[in-house]
Structures are given as C-alpha cells and as structure tokens.
C-alpha cells in the first residue's frame, strides 16, 4: 500500500525542476503579459485584425481551447471577452454569447467537483500517511479532505455526487460544443451557415480532447514515472478511442465540405476555392490530410498505438486541430458577400501581429501554469481507487 | 384582517401608537412645508417672468414642434446629457418608418456621401458607415457603382447576436450602437451579411480633441476605442425634419430618403418629394440579398438608363490612420 | 514665365471646354427684366445664406472659395464676374427653372426664398446696385386669392383662383395652378400644373390611397406656378381630413430573436432559465451535501 502511495504522489513536492519549469513559464508570461498590456492600452489595433476579418487568432484559439477543454478556455473568455460583468447584467437571452458564457461557466464547475470529489479520500490517505507530502501542503489537505473517515455514508455521498455529475456532464459537454459551433452557424456567412456545425464541433472536440489527453498521459507516466499505472495497454485503448472519434470527424469534414461543393452557390464556391486552391489551400491539406487522414491510417496498426508513436501522432492531430480552427474561422470572413474596397491592405488579407501571437502564448503558458501547479500538488491518478482496485484498503491499513 | 389586528396592537401599545402619529405629523408638516416652498417659488418664478419678459427662444421639442419659452424658463438639465441622449436614442420618432432609395443609374462615384457622412460621425478616411462599391453580378452584365450603407434591417442580425443590448433596433426603424455599452465582441460585424458595420481598433479620429464631450448616440460621437460603429440614417437629423448627412451631400440625385408611412421619399439633390410606392413601381426597385430575409429598408434602383457612363474607380486605397 | 503660361492655357483650354459643352443657357428675354419687389436686407442675405448653404453649396461650394464641385458642366463659384454680370432676372430664372445637372428649384424654393438666396450672392458682387423695385412697381403683377376644397362626389381638389382688381374679386382664368402635400422631408407636387377654367377653378385627381396621418388628416397647399412673372406669388395652406388613415404599429412592437432582452421570444426565456435552474440546483445539491462530509466526521465523534 506504501508504495501504491509512494508512487502515485513521489511528484507531490517542489523540486529543482518545478522551479526551472517555472521560471521559465513565469518569465515567457511576463513576457507575454507584456504584449498584452499594449493591447489593453492601444486597442485591438495592435493585433492583425479589421473591419472585415475581425475574429482572428484569438477566437480561433478560444475555440481550440474550447474543443480541447482546457482550463484555458476561461482565461481565453476573459481575454476575449473584456468586460464580462457587462454580459450578465444586460444579458440578451437571444444571443448565443450569453449561451456560451452561461455553458462555460456550468462546464467549468462541473469539472472542477469531478477533479475535486475523487480526490478527497486521497488527500484524507495522503495527509495521515504520505511522509514526504510537504508540510505547507498538509493545512490545504487538511481542509480540502474535509474530515473524511471512510465513514460509509460519506461513500454513499460522494458516490452518488459523482454519479448525478456524470450525469449532468454529458448535456454539458454536448452543449459547451454545440453553443461554440452556434458562434458561427446562427450567422449568415458562407462556410458557417451551416446545419451540421453542432456535431461537427462536438467530434472535433473528441478528436482534439483525446489527443490532449494521449499528451498528457505520456507526459504524467514519464515525469511522474508512472509507468506501472499508465500502461501500454492504456495508450492502446485510447489509440483507438481516438480513431474511432477521428473517422467520425472524418465523416463530418467530408459533409461539411462535400455538401456546398457539389453545389457550387455563388459565395460558397468562393469560400470553397479560397480553401482548396486558394490562399488557405497548404493549410487546409496540411490539416486535413497531415492531420487527419494519415493519423487515422497510421493509428489502424497496434504498434503505432504504443506511447511514444501514439504520443507524436497526438502531437500532430493537436496542432492540425488548432489550425483547423483557424480555418473555421478565419476564410469565412475574408470572403463577405460584397466586394471589400476602397480599403488598406491589411483589411483585405489576415495576417497576425507579433503582439497577437504573444498573447495567444500567453493563454497557453497559463494553461501550462496551472496544469504544473495542479499536477504538482495533487495526485494525477487517484490513489484509493488504484489501491481499491488492488484489493487494499488504504485507510483500514492506516487504522490497523 | 390582518390590517386590523396591527392596528389593534398599536393600539394597546401607546409608545408605538405615538410613535406612528409623531411620524404622522412629521408627513404633514413636510407637506405643508413643500406646499408652501412650491407656492413660494412659482411665486418667485412669476416675478422674474415679470421682471424680464421679451426674451424668447425658439426650442425644438422632442416630438418635432416648435415652441416659444421664455428664456428664464430654460435651466440646465441637472440630468447628465450623455445619459439622456442615451434614453431618448432608444425610443424611434413615433409614428416613421425611414426608407432609403437609393437609384444606380445616378451614381457616379462622386462620393460626397462618403466625405459628409465622415465628417459628421468623426471617422477616419479608411471607416465607412458607407461605402461606394463597384459592382459586376456576373461576366456578361455591365458595371456599376452601388453606394452600400447599413440596411437597417427589419430582422437585423447584427441586433439577434447582441448580448448586452448595445446595439437595437427602433420602432421607427433605424438600428443604433450604444458605444456606451458595447463590450467590443464584434459578434454584430460577423452577423451582417452586409458588411456595414466597422470597428475602432485604433485611437478614433481626433480622439484627443473630443475626449470628454457627451456622447450621442444619434450620432455615434464621439466615437470611443474599441466599440462598433455604423450607418445611423443620421437619426439625429431625422429628430430635426433634416434629410441624412449623405443623402444631402449628393450631387447626383442619387438618394431618396423618406418616411414609408407617408408613402414619400425626398431626393436629396433635386428636393423633389416623390410617392415612394410609385417609384419602386416605376423602376422596378430591388433590395440586397432579400433571400437572406433581413428585410432591409433600403431601396436601389437598377442602373438602366443611366446618367453617367461608368468608370472605374481610380483613387487609391485610404492608408491605415 | 513657363509655368505661369501654361496655367493660362490650360486655363483657357478648360473655359473653351465649357463653352463647348454647354452651348449656352438662353434666358427668355420677357424673364430676364424681373425683378425684386422689395429691397435686400441684411436679414433676408441671411435668410439667403441658410438657403445656398441647404440647397446650392453642395455643387456650387462656399463662395470665393471656389470650391465646387468637379462635374461637367461646371457649376462655378458663383461669386465671380460670370454670375455676377447677369440680371437679377437671368439668375431668378436660371434658380427657377433649372438645368440637367442642376435641379430646378420652383417646388423647392418659394419666390421669396429665390430672391433671399440672390440677395445673398449679390453681397458677393462688387458695384452691384439693385434695381429700385419702386420704380418697377408698374410691372407688379396681379394679385390673386387662392382658396381649397375637397369635393367629395369627385374625389378632386378644387382650387379656385380669385383675382383681386379695383372693382372687386373676379374668377381668375388661366392662372397655372400647383397642388402639393406636406411630408415630413419636404413638400410633395400632387399632379402637373393645371390652368384654372372660365370659373376660376382647377380640380385635381385625389389619389384615394393616400396616407394621413392617425384620423387621415393630409396639410394640402396650393400655389400659383407664374413663370412668365405676370402674377404676384400666392399660396393656400389647408389642413383636410382626406387621407387614409394611417397608424402603423411601432416595428419594435412584436416579441423577436433581435428584440430587447424584455421582449425576448417567450419560449426562449422559458428554456434558458429553466436549463440554468435545473443544471444550477443540482450543482449546488452536490455541493451542499459535500459540505455534509465533514459533520458526519463530527457525529461520529460525540
């Protein structure tokens, strides 16, 4: 049981490394932050954005972090988004950002008790028997494992708050995808009005989500070396959880693309062009065959589906759906229905500043923040469960 | 019931019941007290009207009358003007319905519209709440230039998208921003299909010298950093009985602008008021992408029989200000 | 020396252009000896300024300023000797009666308004003198009495003109009528100019669609149109219950997707605050009864 302990929460301190790591986070935010601060003072004029592609990066980026469900998606909302109170108190229930906002929101908390309500009887385990849990950590588990015994009606409550939360998660996350999608489909524009965005984001969202969790796995198992827990047949598994997902995404693409193409109506074709043989075209194949089409096919062997291949084709479908975003949103609107003229040059085409690249660093640096210091200071993967699993009762050996 | 049982109980209790009455009296004494100062002042007020006759002004009122008022009648309004503005910019002129005609066949890219309409909304020479557009709908057809403006939808869905109410739309039509009050998501310029609506990424025009005026929303002045803008048809001159900036600044009879209620439109150049139905039916008016059922309230008439020969536009692009 | 002669040729070349192209502007000579029956006043330059600045200074620009607008043929500042040589007559006829490009401002501009905006630009004309409108009193014209009615069997607009001689009223023939509607930009010329008969009468079609306003109520006026001069101006202004009774319903009266937020679609508030009730009340169902945890531990204690 010692070890079971021992070797899920070893990573639970701060050592040379975690400051390295985060010293340099903290600088590349400052950084960051810097460029930032520009934006705040000067206006948007400092990112690439105009009249007329005026989402740009940083909705591209919302929606990733969105589909990828990173806690970032809320620092993303803030950025995007100042002036949130606004939002609330003259909220129009019509307009699907009260909607997002409202998801968002509901989503972010029903994360945080599904991370929180597992983790109390670990942190009850922790703090009486885990030696080596630093002591400024032990009031915060204290605290946070509220007086948990193993009572059995404390397993009765948490057990059946998890369940309603599971329950409650699935619409959510449905929603959260859906609403994102609404952004775009309940407007006009070519290539957004569209009837299949909301499951169109919903599987693009498994495909970046699974993808995220591929990384991060491999990442945890290696540094965290928990190798006997995240084992090959776990990334297996989720090797073909994420071709599953991705042939489903797959098929989306192909409705998304196939249905107004075969068509060809007048501000359409033009999106289509743009995309396919257009300014967009290396983007678009490099996404869709780079990081669609090939991961799929080279997932479809086992021995791709080991940690490190898995992990690098994850690394790719990452990236690929980050630019996928980027094409959602950005060539829909460089292509209004009416011609762009008398305008500057940089109204006409897109391309982003150095300021608008920093701060989009900056959501993820943050998010990278925050995935160290919650990694750091709580166990990655539940102890009792594991332990439970093996037929040990942490506590009871506690008490014995 | 329950009335009477609280009553009953202040009765019984005499410290309450004189309480009640000392408050009672306080009421009335306040009353008296306000009477009296009210009649003091009308009274003051009389004599000064006495004192100082003659000196008249003529005042526009907000249903559109003219009205004589006496000088000394006039104070200050305690309310903060930015804030009236606001409250009266959300309530249309009772009983309009602005409409614009706007016929092809006249323009001929002077754009003096453009020159006016920037002037009065303090816009940089690259921001357009309208814009003079050439136009080719297919190969085989002719060009033509099409001033372009917001259409003042009768189902915006800039306005649908909104999420603070910052932008609305009228009863009498016309769909306003409240600079005041938008956050800058820019939701609105990816709904219209129009293209109409701009955004101040940069310092606006002359930010410096406006920086604390009160602002109109009739006007979208001054224009405030980092919030939407767009065709107003110049409610603040639709409030005055005055045709819009642009519509007055053409040369070219190329705008009508008018009240569909009244069936009339005047054109801006000529003066001439003309029965509206009459001259849609007469030159067989379209409206832009009716399919995307936006309903605009704007008119154009085809470019047939025209005025002018085209020509391209040759002036170049406005820098970035 | 080049320079400065080859500004002159292009000068020169410009003016022949114009002459070129507009063959001349020939005003009727019976027009050109018209003049104003009263003297200019600084209050009517005024008048006049307010005028040119609404209706002439987006083509002609301000004067001396020379800056008007650059289309063919060209308007000119009218400040120069080319306007500023003509008579008062030529140029009441030429704002009068106007010229494609220029807009013909008879419906636009009263007569009085006409002359105000003349007075305004002979403040710009050096060694101007104004014709002593006394001495000219003998070429006044008549006077006419104009008066309006709606004949219900008919559906016209009669308007009868009345001349006021030395001997008394008389039917006023031939006299060119113009009927117009007040809207809210501008006044609104219901038919072409009519003549009045032996009877002194002109009747004028009602279009039977035409809105008033909430009771139907339409401002109507008529006015003598006298381009030859020969009658002093008159006008008649009436209010008539003859239009169609118009009170349209303000457009922001429906509930709709871009209404305000208070007139959302019903169903639309409904789902949303119900969807946020639901959700929310088991959320903090579940956080109160972790909450709970901790005084299990406490009961188990005592």
Not at chain 1, 218 to 235: A, E, G, S, V
Not at chain 2, 38 to 53: Q, R, V
Not at chain 2, 216 to 228: D, F, H, R, S
């Amino acid at each position: 049981m010692d070890q079971i302990i021992n070797d899920l929460s070893h990573h639970i301190r701060l050592n040379k490394g975690f400051f390295l790591w985060m010293g340099f986070l903290a600088l590349a935010f400052l950084a960051c932050l810097y460029a930032y601060i520009q934006q705040l003072r000067y206006g948007l004029g400092v990112a690439g954005i105009r009249d007329y592609i005026s989402w740009g990066l940083y909705i591209s980026n919302f929606v990733f972090f969105v589909a990828s469900s990173l806690i970032g998606m809320l620092i993303s909302a803030v950025l995007g988004l100042i002036g949130l109170a606004y939002v609330f108190l003259y909220a129009r229930f019509q307009s699907p950002i009260l909607w997002d906002v409202t998801v968002i929101t509901t989503y972010f908390v029903i994360s945080l008790l599904l991370l929180f309500l597992p983790m109390i009887p670990d942190m009850a385990v922790l703090y009486k028997r885990f030696a080596n849990l630093p002591s400024w950590l032990k009031p915060v588990y204290k605290v946070l494992s509220l007086n948990w015994t193993d009572h059995p009606e404390q397993n009765r409550i948490i057990h059946r708050s998890i369940y309603i939360l599971l329950i409650l998660i699935i619409p959510a996350a449905l929603s959260i995808h859906t609403v994102t999608s609404w952004l775009f489909a309940l407007t006009v524009r070519p290539g957004w009005d569209s009837t299949i965005f909301g499951p169109y984001f919903v599987s693009g969202a498994f495909v970046a989500g699974s993808a995220a969790v591929i990384i991060a796995m491999f990442f945890f198992r290696k540094n965290y070396k928990l190798q006997d827990y995240l084992t090959d047949l776990h990334f297996n598994n989720m090797g073909k959880v994420l071709v599953l997902v991705a042939f489903v995404y797959l098929y989306f693409n192909i409705n998304e693309y196939l249905v107004p193409g075969y068509k060809l109506k007048r501000a359409d074709a033009v999106h289509l062009k743009e995309l396919m043989s257009g300014h967009f075209a290396l983007t678009f194949w490099l996404v869709q065959v780079g990081g669609l089409l090939i991961p799929i096919v080279l997932m479809l062997f086992r021995k791709m589906r080991k940690p490190l291949p898995l992990t690098l084709i994850s690394i790719v479908v990452l990236i690929a759906a980050w630019f996928k975003r980027y094409l959602i949103v950005v060539p829909a609107m460089a292509h209004p229905f009416l011609p762009v003229q008398h305008v500057p040059d940089n109204f006409k085409v897109y391309s982003p500043t150095l300021i608008e690249i920093a701060i989009t660093l900056l959501s993820f640096i943050l998010v990278l923040i925050i995935i160290t210091l919650i990694s750091k200071f709580f166990p990655v993967i539940p102890v009792v469960e594991t332990a439970k699993e093996k037929g040990l009762d942490p506590l009871k050996s506690n008490e014995s | 019931m329950d009335e009477n049982t609280v009553e009953n109980r202040d009765e019984q209790d005499p410290s309450k019941s004189s309480r009640r009455n000392f408050l009672k009296n306080i009421g009335l004494l306040g009353a008296g007290v306000a009477a009296g100062a009210g009649a003091l002042y009308s009274g003051d007020i009389f004599e000064k009207k006495k004192a100082a006759t003659g000196e008249s002004r003529v005042l526009l009122t907000q249903d559109n009358k003219l009205v004589e008022v006496d000088s000394l009648e006039l104070k200050a309004l305690s309310k903060n003007p930015t804030k009236l503005m606001l409250e009266k910019g959300r309530e249309g002129i009772e009983g309009r319905r602005w409409v614009m005609v706007i016929d092809l066949s006249k323009c001929r890219n002077a754009r003096r519209c453009i020159a006016a309409c920037q002037e009065a909304h303090q816009l940089k020479p690259e921001q357009y709440h309208l814009n003079t557009l050439q136009m080719q709908d297919s190969p085989g057809t002719a060009p033509y230039q099409m001033p372009k403006n917001c259409q003042h939808c009768d189902n915006p869905p800039c306005v649908s998208v909104c999420p603070v109410d910052a932008t609305y739309k009228r009863g009498d039509g016309i769909v306003l921003i409240d600079n005041e009050r938008c956050i800058g998501c820019r939701f609105c310029m990816a709904a219209c299909p129009y293209s109409a609506r701009i955004f101040h990424w940069t310092a606006p025009k002359d930010s410096d010298k406006h920086h604390g005026e009160a602002y109109n929303v009739e006007l979208n002045v001054p224009q405030k950093l980092g919030t939407i803008s767009k065709c107003l048809f110049s409610a603040d001159r639709c409030r005055e009985g005055k045709l819009p900036y642009c519509v007055s600044a053409c040369p070219n009879g190329v705008y009508y602008f008018g009240d569909e209620n009244e069936d009339a439109v005047t054109n801006g150049t000529t003066k001439e008021t003309v029965r509206l139905s009459k001259l849609l039916r007469d030159n067989g008016a379209y409206q832009l992408m009716p399919e995307l059922g936006t309903k605009p309230r704007v008119y154009y008439l085809p470019p047939k029989n025209r005025l002018f020969p085209f020509e391209p536009a040759t002036d170049e692009s406005p820098k970035e200000g | 020396m080049k320079k400065l002669f080859y500004i002159l040729l292009l000068m020169v070349i410009t003016l022949l252009r114009v002459e070129a192209q507009n063959p001349g502007w020939i005003v009727p000579d019976d027009q050109k000896g018209k003049i104003c029956l009263v003297k200019f006043t600084p209050d009517m330059v005024k008048q006049g300024e307010a005028l040119y600045m609404k209706n002439c200074q987006s083509c002609h620009g301000i004067p001396t300023k020379k800056n008007f607008a650059a289309i063919q043929p060209s308007p000119g500042d009218l400040s120069e000797p080319k306007a500023g040589t003509q008579k008062d007559g030529e140029l009441f006829y030429r704002i009068t009666t106007g010229k494609v490009p220029m807009p013909e401002f008879r419906n636009i501009l009263s007569e009085d308004e006409r002359w105000s905006v003349i007075s305004f630009l002979r403040s710009f004309h050096k060694g101007y003198v104004q014709p002593d409108p006394e001495k000219m009193a003998a070429s006044m014209g008549k006077r006419i009495r104009l008066t309006m009615a709606y004949d219900t069997a008919k559906k016209k607009i009669m308007v009868k003109a009345v001349e006021l001689t030395k001997n008394g009223p008389v039917s006023a023939k031939g006299a060119e009528i113009i009927v117009f509607v007040q809207r809210y930009f501008g006044n609104m010329q219901l038919a072409d100019p009519k003549p009045t008969s032996e009877s002194g009468y002109a009747g004028f079609d009602w279009p039977q669609d035409f809105p008033g306003d909430k009771t139907g109520k339409v401002i109507l006026g008529a006015r003598v149109n006298d381009p030859t001069g020969s009658m002093q101006e008159a006008i008649v202004r009436d209010t008539l219950t003859i239009g169609l009774p118009t009170n349209k319903p303000s457009l922001t009266d429906t509930r709709a997707m871009w209404s305000t937020r208070e007139k959302a679609p019903v169903w639309m508030i409904l789902t949303y605050v119900l969807a946020v009730i639901i959700v929310w009340y088991f959320i903090f169902y579940i956080i109160l009864s972790v909450l709970d945890i901790r005084k299990i531990k406490q009961i188990k204690k005592t």
